[in-house]
């Protein structure tokens, strides 16, 4: 038996992105559904927009001829396959990275993966009406919920399930200080009561989105402000999607990657790992809040970036070729994949090189 | 035909074609009417059911191919057909011989042209035939492979006459595909139809992986124990890039493409998250001329530049061999009884199906003066594609072929119309006979396997002679039965 099994690099890039795709579907549907259901009456353009303004997906929207309006912002991320932050293209895109891994996949979470694509390659205008969105979203958490739970079960555990689950937590940590930054975002009333309730409302449904609802209640004092929000969010070591949980999580992957598989090159990471953790954890609360939530959020972004660079930098760059004029290696991989194997090879004959005198077509 | 059969499929007639269901054959015993029973047990409602289950679960496993027209690429399940076809255990000893036969003689064959050309020299094939093939590589002159195996992966197309007599119709010696589809047929067949198959002994086909790992091995440089094999593939836009995944798979090897892998020092290593690994074995999908742009194809973004120098240096073992398109050529075909003969001095234990030449006079006239009755087929082409069938074909269709042949007589060959075995399919309005071929796998490394049994391809559209599954065709589960039986009891 061989007990170092090999795992190329571009497999281990495939991992890695084939779970941030997923975990960026799963995210997305919570939003979508927690949209639907908190937009206040008389204010469902500014809730939509909001989410829109999340993504940082504002000049693609407009760009793509949509206007802000909810029945817009919903086809935009449920049925616009030429969008690529939509739910049917990033599915089309960790399937596509899951045809070039399914040597190291199992079948189980293959044929899951296949299911799911075709669902949601089927989605029609009559998916996103009335009642049936929220049982679309659900729809959706439940595929990738259920993908999550045959990888548990069946992926085997080598360098490349690391790679996976480095994937997931830093795409989550993304995620949840995009659902965090909802705050910003979103147009409030000015002052007394009424802005009290509203805030209130808008925090329980950033709680539910980040699926952190009843833990919270069953942590926060009954008059709990915003400022516990964050706390909970950010930095609970226990609430699966908090920011520090996932980046500790990615500190233990790249650990473990250098200790059992001798991999010396995480070191790079495992230091931007480190110093992430110490921003989200150095700060009080307070003082995040008083000097700007959004532009803290900006800074803990940029960081997940960074580390997704240099764990790219240390294992993934290998097997690109060398392209002229091309930025530093692994700089460029930060909010979507750029494998040159998920695009149709250049020469069109490469699609039929192998076997086409021979095929069985 | 027994009245089994008429029982259980009323009007189901082959006319005047073998059929491999129907027609008695001593040593299949009473399987045949075991299987007509089971079919009818089930019921033709529940036989659907199942079948479309079958269908939905290869598309589920995304067990499919891709066909090209033009821009578009669509995903496409091979259909398949619930009814297996049966070979004997006689009728398989016959074919696993004859498959072992030919593939050695290929073997043979390209060792002499690489090497001595005494076939050449003797006279027993025509010079140009070799040397002006497009496919006949001068890069392997004079450079010996381990065991003398080029061929080491075949698929040898064979069909049956009128008379239930095997015919080669032609070999497949550079990449050929299907092996997947029957390991994946006889597990859908498993999971399905269950109660179809108990009590009968069948020879499995799960070993094929494990067949071609051995192989792979055997001819690695170096007398290494455990040589690192990978497959290289075209990358998942080729139409057969499922299959890769499911040979990588069953061998446990990586599956590479031509990024993955670099050439330094006239060694071939792969790029790993621990950097260069090195590479001894390379059972590439790829043809010959995308392999190395240093040496052919110099646009070529799928291989490996320096490869085939990494190959002549005797660091890196490529399966097939380079070249082996010289020996599967389709006017080559024609001359492949004599090529057995001449190397083993033996009579081909299947024939060819009766091929004229029409890069010869003699052939040419024949084909001009029969057209209307003979198959006509460029030599280039595979596929089932720029065949015109001439007892099918419309005046119109007929001429044009006639004047593309006339415009170079070199590239065509023609056949007679055979009359293809059948079997019981189903079909839209029930179980029908359908035409079908078999192709068999010959693995070889020091040695040659057959994988029992192979790819039966069918035609799914009544009447059509064409069962190539970019053209409608489907594919059965192929059952070699393990037992002789003589006066219905296995012996």
Redesign the interface.
Known sequence: MRLDTVLLARDAEGLFWMARYLERVENLARLIDVTQSFESPGHETEAWWGLIRINADEKNFLGRGFSPDPEHVKRFYLLDRGNPTSIPSMLEDARTNARTLRPLMSTEMWRQINVFHRFVSQLKPADLEGDQLARLCTALKDGVQAHTGVTEGTLYRDQGWYFYHLGRVIERADQTTRMLDIKYTALLPRDGEEKRVAELTQWNAVLRAAAGYHAFKRHARAMFSGADVVEFLLRDPSQPRSVLLCVRRAEAYLDDLRRIYGLSRANEAMEVAEYLREIITEKPIGHILATGLHDYLDIVQVQLQVLAGAIGRAFFRDWRPPAPGASAPGGGLSQSQSQSNTEPAPDAAGTNAGGRSEALA | MSDIFSQAWPGYDPGRYFCELTRTREDAGPVPEWLAERLTQIGMDALKGRAAAAETEL????VT????SDAT?IDRI?PFDCIPRILTFNEWDLLERACIQRVTALNLFLGDIYGKAQIIKDGVVPAELIYGNANYRPEMQDFPVPHGTYVHVC?IDIIRDEHGDFRVLED?A?????VS?VIENRHLMLRTFPDLMSGIRLRPVDDYGRRLRAAMTEIAPGGLD?P?VVLL?????????FE??FL??EMGV????G??LIVENDRVF????????PVHTIY????DD?LDPKVFRP????GVPGLIGAWKAGNVAIANAVGT?VA?DKAVYAYMPRIIKYYLSEEPLIQNVQTNICREAEGLQYTLDNFDKLVTKPVGE??GYGITIGPRASKEELAAARASLLADPDNWISQPLIGLSVAPTLGEDGIGPRHLDLRPFIVTGRESWVLPGG?T?VAMKRGSLIV???QG?GSKDTWVLADRFVDGRPV
């Open positions: 598309i589920d496993l995304g191919f891709t066909v090209y690429a091979l698929g497949n550079r990449t050929p595909s299907g589809y455990d690192q593939s075209p990358g998942i836009y080729n139409s057969a890039y890769h995944v990588a798979r990586p599956l590479v493409v990024p993955d792969m790029r790993t998250i621990n950097g260069l690994r590439r999908r790829l043809n995308f646009e070529s973004m799928l398109g599967d595979s596929g790819l391809r190539n599954s970019s065709g």
